[in-house]
Structure formats: structure tokens, C-alpha cells
């Protein structure tokens, strides 16, 4: 895949926005009070020493779980409602599949002054109560969506028509590195805050770089952003781990990178997507709100098909049991999405030191565990 | 360069015999295959000038409520890109049919593969809304190869720069969105706002304009033709009227009749 495929937008997007780099430039000096202020960046590096003992290797966690909101997301969700407010708009939305998007929009929003509404599929906001209470008390208003299977995919459909219905008034604030082009560079501009973070951090505890920086992939937001301050180390693996969600045998997965096939077009933007023959896209399965996801940034399809960095994929049974692990081990409760990535290099042996990044929080995450782990 | 399809399309629109073409949209297998292939000839024999025929999409972005649940019926119902091209054929035998689907159907099987099967069922157009300039040269190549007109859109909010580019590519016809927003009924028109945007529409392109977005009514349509347009599309009211009814094909009919005589 070409470079010049990432650029796919809706026609009826007639919408001037600015770059990547550019749209980080323009608002740089007041993130960068916010992210550290009232973000409380940056974020610890932190040496897990059980679980590095487990794997037989140094693990290095990128604790982004200690970001304000509980995850990576509010890195770029104050990015983007910097923009809107620069671009003189009154109102945001947002999708949100787990609920951590939406909790960092609504979050920013709050803070800045501006109109929130979060569209969020039924199934999700079933499963993951938590988050759109604290929307609720954030002052944010949730859209609930009821086509399809009710996640993320419809969520973010839902997201896009209103947006291009109300683009004079509206800024979506998308939530992964997925969608039209600037997107997916704004968002990794914006994240790649905590990879940054994170090289230094390990350069100035260790003096050296990791063998593996090894991340989540739903969209693929924290990977895209902890994977850009590497791309040009070419000794540094890039593992993304996708959700195989019942076996990737099954079908019933998470994993458009891992399973390779032909690009398709999602949400504006070419890549790895599930699909027919035909085309269609396909439903994604995951336990993960947030790597339940049938599309992925393009940028990563370009480091997959480059030979940059690897995908790779794992059950919803193996993060499961990661959660609880890390939990007992670390006194750490990881998102699910995050034990995905953890699991991964428990589990595969590689390198002699692993940074991972720890994307957010398992708060969220304790009623839809406990219902499937007994615990205690 | 194969002209086949632009040649049909600009004699429908010279001889539509009315002050503006008018071009029902239909989504192809719903309520289900038969039943719009039915419901497609008689909006022929009511007084359409062309046909645009949806190919459904799991996921259509451009689409509004109505349009979106008729194409997730007809994916339920069995409706395959062969099956709805099969539709496409046989209507295609009494009216030019302008085929209308997004990016990911087209490049699925391939891009040649997919515009060569349009010709082979005698479809004069394609429009695929999230099909972005930037992107389109490799379809608008294949289209021009197999006699297909590819048929792009503007919108409100596109900027001059972009208007020059899309109205120099455009062949069959210039797509106008009259509104920033999906398919769907709307109650009001846009007015002087629509006006000026046919205009600089004309001024950009070769080819007729047409508009559509939010038109569902016998007046909508007369007030578009009044504003400029050379063709206008209704959507969203007649894919409800297929479902809705005991007999879609007599009220799709009955409705193209009554915006025929608006137009007349």
C-alpha cells in the first residue's frame, strides 16, 4: 500500500483542516501546559519487576494508565479541542468504544468550554456503565447508537454523518489514528507525546533502547504514537497486537493487520479492514471495547507492508487471564485492551528488553471481568 | 476512450422532454431482488429519464437513516453486487441506469474488474460518494476504458480550487449535494444558497448538474429545476415508499408520476 492511500476522504468532506505536524505547532504551547498541568505528564516509566521476572527479561511499562482520564486518549483528545477552539467552533463530538475516548473528550470539552456529544453503540454503553456516567457528570451529552452490532464501527459512522451534517459549527474529535486524512496524522502527532516520553525516559534509566516496543492495536492510537519515536531506530522491533477475540481460526476476531488480505476503505481511509468479497465489512468480536474494530490507522498497513513493525494477536481468554495476572503481580489493573499487548510478550519470548505501553486503566473493565473470571 | 455510457446519459438528459431530468435513486435488491427490479420499471414507465440504482453497502457514510436500513434489508434479503447487477441489466435494457455504491465495493475485486462488469450489464454511470479527487484517477481511467461515465459530486462546502478540478474530471453529469449532510427528507429547500451553487456548479463543468440531497417532494423538484438544475434526484422518499407499501412498485410509480408532472 502506497503512501498516497492514506488519503481517502469523503467528497462531502469539504473540510480544511490543517496537518499533522502543523496542527500540533499551532497549539503546542498551550498542550504543553495542559499536559503537564492538568494531564499530569509525563506519564512514569515503569520497571516491572515480577513481571519481568515472569518473562526473564526487563519489562518496561509506559504507564499511561496514570494519564488524567485513566489512558493515553486525553493526549490527543485536548490536542484536538485545542484545534476546534483555534478554529472557532463551539461544539465537539467524539466516538468512543470503551468509553475511554469519550471520557477524554468529554474531559477536554469540559475544561475548554465547548459543547459535547459522544456516540457510543448500545452494546457498549451496556458494557461499560462507568465511563458514561463520568461523561454524563463531565456535562457531555452520550448519543446512543443503535445500527448494526451497536460498537464502535457504528459509532463512529454515526460520528461522521454528524459531522458532515454540522461541519460549519462541529470538530470531530476522532479518537484513534483512523479516518480521513489529516487524521490519522493528527492523531499520531499527537500521541506519539508518550513514545517521545518514553525514549528518553528508557535512554536516561537504562542508557540504551528496548529490544521490542510492543503496544495495543485497535485503531491504534497508543501503538501509532509510542511506534513513531522508533520508526527510525531500525534495531527496535514494533509489535502491535491485534485481538484475536474467539481464535483467529474462528473468525470471530479483532485482527484486520494479522490476517492480512486486501485493503479496503473505512471510515475515510484505506487499510487492513475486515470484509467480504464483495466488500462488506465485516463485524469485529472482541472482550475489548476498544479493540473491537474491523478497520485500523492506515499508517500501521504502511509499517506492516514496509516491513517496519509486525502484528500479531491474541484471545480474548489470554488477555483475560493477563488481566487478573498483572493485577495480583504489579497491584496494576490494566485495560483490557492494554493486557492484550502484556500477554503478547508474556507469552513470546524475543530481545532481552520489552517496553510496553500500558495504555490505560481496567476500571472500566471490572464488571465485564468478573462476570467471565471467578476472582478471590 | 469509450464514450458509451456519456453518450447515453447526455441523450437522456436532452430528451427528458421536461424543464429538468428527473432521476429516481433505488436501492437494488430491496426490498429484495425481484421486488426492485419491479419497482424500478415502473418508475421507467411513470416518466423517470434515468435510474440510479444503489448497490448496498454495509457501512454507507453518505447516507442518511432511510437509505442505510433499506441497503441493510437488502444485504439481509441476499443481495450481492452480482445479483444487484443482474437488476442493473435488465432495467439498464429500458433506461440508462447510473450505479451508485461506495469505494469499497468498487475496489473489492478490482477496480478494472468491477467497472468492466458495470459495462457488460449496460450501466452508463457510476457515483461513489467517498471516492475523494485525490484518489479517483485510477477509477476515472477504468471508467473512460469501459465506456462507464464517472459521475463525482460537490457539496456546499466545496472551495473553488476543488470545484475547477472535480467540474474538469466530471462526465454524464456534475452530482450537487444541496445541503452539508447525508441523504434524507428535508422540509425546506435551500433557496438562494441552492441557486448559487448550481451556478458555480455550471461554471466549473462541461457536463449537465444535477441535484439531489434532502429533494422529496413535486415542488422540491420544481423549485430545483427553477434554480438552475438540469436534473434532479429523489431518494430517501421513494426508497420509503418501496418498503412502506403492500405494493412498492405502484406507489414508487405513483410518486415519480406526480414529480414527472411537477417537472413537465
Known amino acids: 500500500m502506497s503512501r498516497a492511500a492514506f488519503a481517502s476522504a469523503l467528497v462531502v468532506f469539504a473540510v480544511v483542516a490543517p496537518s499533522g505536524a502543523a496542527a500540533r505547532a499551532g497549539v503546542a504551547q498551550p498542550l504543553a501546559v495542559l499536559l503537564r498541568d492538568f494531564a499530569g505528564r509525563p506519564t512514569p516509566l515503569y520497571e516491572a519487576r515480577r513481571l519481568s521476572e515472569r518473562a526473564g527479561r526487563p519489562v518496561f511499562l509506559k504507564r499511561e494508565d496514570l494519564n488524567h482520564t485513566g489512558s493515553h486518549k486525553l493526549n490527543n483528545a485536548l490536542g484536538q479541542a485545542l484545534l476546534a477552539k483555534r478554529m472557532g467552533k463551539p461544539r465537539a463530538i467524539a466516538e468512543t468504544g470503551a468509553g475511554q475516548h ?31 456516567q463520568r461523561m454524563h457528570l463531565l456535562g457531555a451529552r452520550v ?38 486524512a489529516p487524521y490519522p496524522a493528527i492523531v499520531r502527532e499527537l500521541q506519539r507525546t508518550l513514545g517521545d516520553e518514553a525514549r528518553a525516559q528508557l535512554l536516561d534509566r537504562t542508557g540504551r533502547l528496548p529490544s521490542r516496543v510492543i503496544a495495543c492495536v485497535g485503531g491504534g492510537s497508543n501503538s501509532i504514537g509510542i511506534f513513531a519515536a522508533f520508526i527510525d531506530d531500525p534495531d527496535v522491533e514494533l509489535i502491535g497486537v491485534e485481538a484475536a477475540g474467539e481464535g483467529i481460526e474462528t473468525g470471530r476476531h479483532g485482527a484486520p493487520l494479522t490476517v492480512g488480505g486486501r485493503a479496503g476503505v473505512l471510515h475515510g481511509s484505506m487499510s487492513a479492514v475486515l470484509a467480504d468479497e464483495d466488500g462488506q465489512i465485516l463485524e469485529a468480536h472482541s472482550v475489548s471495547a476498544g479493540l473491537d474494530y474491523p478497520g485500523s490507522g492506515p499508517e500501521h498497513a504502511y509499517l506492516r507492508d514496509s516491513g517496519r513493525a509486525r502484528y500479531v ?12 495476572a498483572v493485577a495480583a503481580l504489579e497491584g496494576i489493573i490494566p485495560a483490557l485492551e492494554s493486557s492484550h499487548a502484556i500477554a503478547w510478550a508474556l507469552e513470546n519470548a524475543g530481545g532481552d528488553m520489552d517496553l510496553i505501553c500500558l495504555s490505560g486503566r481496567g476500571d472500566k473493565d471490572l464488571a465485564e471481568v468478573l462476570a467471565l473470571r471467578a476472582i478471590g | ?15 427528458s422532454g421536461k424543464r429538468a431530468a428527473l432521476m429516481p435513486y433505488l436501492m437494488g435488491g430491496f426490498p429484495d431482488l425481484e421486488g426492485s427490479l419491479r419497482i424500478g420499471a415502473a418508475a421507467a414507465a411513470a416518466g423517470a429519464d434515468m435510474i440510479e440504482l444503489g448497490i448496498p453497502f454495509s457501512d454507507p457514510l453518505a447516507d442518511g437513516p432511510v437509505i442505510h436500513a433499506a441497503a441493510t434489508r437488502a444485504l439481509a434479503a441476499g443481495a450481492t453486487v452480482e445479483r444487484v447487477l443482474e437488476v442493473a441489466a435488465a432495467l439498464a435494457a429500458q433506461i440508462p441506469v447510473i450505479v451508485m455504491t461506495y469505494a469499497n465495493i468498487v475496489i473489492a475485486r478490482g477496480v478494472d474488474v468491477f467497472l468492466d462488469r458495470l459495462a457488460q450489464a449496460g450501466v452508463s454511470g457510476l457515483i461513489v460518494p467517498d471516492l475523494p479527487f485525490e484518489e479517483g484517477a485510477q477509477t476515472a481511467e477504468a471508467a473512460a476504458a469501459a465506456g462507464i461515465a464517472l459521475v463525482p459530486l460537490i457539496a456546499p462546502t466545496t472551495t473553488a480550487e476543488r470545484l475547477e478540478l472535480i467540474g474538469a474530471r466530471a462526465r454524464g453529469f456534475l452530482y450537487v449535494v444541496s445541503v452539508t ?10 433557496g438562494d ?46 426508497v420509503r415508499a418501496a418498503g412502506e407499501e403492500s405494493d412498492g412498485a405502484a406507489a414508487v410509480g405513483g410518486l415519480v408520476a406526480e414529480l414527472a408532472a411537477a417537472l413537465a
Open chain 2, 193 to 238: 444558497a441552492v441557486r448559487a451553487l448550481l451556478e458555480r456548479a455550471h461554471s466549473a463543468t462541461a457536463v449537465p448538474v444535477a441535484l439531489g440531497f434532502g429533494i422529496s417532494t413535486p415542488d422540491q423538484a420544481a423549485a430545483a429545476a427553477d434554480a438552475g438544475a438540469d436534473g434532479v434526484i429523489v431518494g430517501s422518499r421513494l
Open chain 1, 102 to 132: 469519550g471520557v477524554a473528550a468529554a474531559t477536554a470539552c469540559a475544561l475548554l468550554g465547548l459543547e459535547c456529544v459522544v456516540f457510543m453503540g448500545e452494546e457498549d454503553i451496556r458494557r461499560q456503565q462507568p465511563n458514561v
Open chain 2, 181 to 190: 449532510g447525508t441523504t434524507g427528507e428535508r422540509s425546506q429547500s435551500g
Open chain 2, 1 to 15: 476512450m469509450n464514450i458509451a455510457g456519456e453518450e447515453r446519459i447526455a441523450a437522456a438528459f436532452a430528451g
Open chain 1, 143 to 180: 448519543e446512543p447508537v443503535t445500527a448494526g452490532k451497536r460498537t464502535l464501527k457504528e459509532a463512529s459512522s454515526a460520528a461522521i454523518r454528524d459531522w458532515v451534517a454540522n461541519v460549519e459549527t462541529t470538530h470531530y474529535i476522532i479518537g484513534s489514528a483512523v479516518g480521513p
Open chain 1, 313 to 324: 494477536a491474541v484471545t480474548d481468554e489470554q488477555a483475560l487471564d493477563t488481566f487478573v
